[in-house]
């Protein structure tokens, strides 16, 4: 994806796992609200549909209950987005943000707000309508281009961290996966007579400690390469104490 170019700054957008590059991540979704559509001009739907395929992202016309949805690295971000602010009619946009926060974990409401007086409207009603800090994120802007483009941002923002939550998940349960293994390995080698081969493949073919401790000498045999005398020595090991008692000198 091409780099967003804005002339103004913001402390979250211009962290630099915002800033969208091709490199950096894949094509998303937009899904815009047919209603919303239809009540716009449509030269800035040209602008959304351009400022979109610019960076690779694919929009769908949808009937949704948010103006926007975007899919991003396997996330769901969903906006409403205000262009005109009309100060004498608010309650219906802080009602259907109340409903819509419920419905969506990410949720973010962008508002234009062009002058000093509807920003000190958007101030009060906020406070009016006892809106809980962050839930929904409200962004207001100066014009819908710039609000678009904060939208667009957010999203993509919101998909770069989930990118890294899941592969720092990931690599946490490689992590976990390799140390279980270096213990199952530590454990059964700990069998006098047992090497790494034999722990390996005792792995492979039960898996665990406890499943080696109830397994027959002969389902050891049938399920494994290892000798008769390693069978018997892994079963007289877990199940009889004379033996695993005694002191062993490697």
Same mark, same amino acid.
């Given at each position: ?91 219906? +946009?802080? &009602?259907?943000?109340?409903?819509? *926060? $419920? ?6 409401? =962008?508002?234009? !707000? ?91 073919? +039960?898996? &665990?400690?406890?499943?080696?401790? *109830? $397994? ?6 049938? =399920?494994?390469? !290892? ?24």
């Amino acid at each position: 994806m091409a780099n967003f170019k804005s002339g103004y700054a913001d402390p979250v957008l211009e962290n630099p796992c915002s800033k969208v590059t091709k490199s950096s991540v894949s094509a998303g979704v937009c899904m815009m609200n047919t209603t919303w559509r239809d009540q716009q001009h449509p030269s800035f739907i040209n602008f959304i549909s351009s400022f979109l395929a610019a960076n690779s992202f694919r929009l769908n016309f949808v009937p949704i209950s948010p103006d926007f949805i975007f899919n991003c690295g396997g996330l769901s971000v969903a906006f409403i987005f205000v262009t005109k602010w009309d100060c004498g009619n608010v309650e219906t +946009i802080f &009602s259907r943000a109340k409903k819509l *926060k $419920a419905q969506f974990a990410h949720l973010y409401v =962008t508002l234009n !707000l062009p002058t000093r007086d509807q920003n000190d409207s958007f101030l009060c009603s906020y406070f009016k309508y006892e809106m809980q800090l962050g839930r929904p994120t409200f962004v207001p802007v100066q014009d819908i281009e710039m609000g678009f483009e904060k939208i667009v941002k957010i999203a993509h923002s919101c998909g770069v961290s989930k990118q890294q939550e899941v592969k720092s998940k990931l690599k946490a349960e490689r992590n976990q996966s390799v140390q279980e293994l270096e213990n199952f390995i530590r454990v059964v080698t700990s069998i006098p007579g047992i090497d790494n081969h034999d722990a390996n493949a005792l792995n492979q073919a +039960i898996g &665990s400690i406890e499943g080696i401790a *109830k $397994a027959s000498k002969e389902y050891i045999l049938e =399920t494994t390469d !290892l000798s008769a005398n390693k069978a018997e020595t892994i079963v007289r090991f877990f199940r009889d104490s004379k033996f695993y008692l005694c002191p062993k000198i490697n």
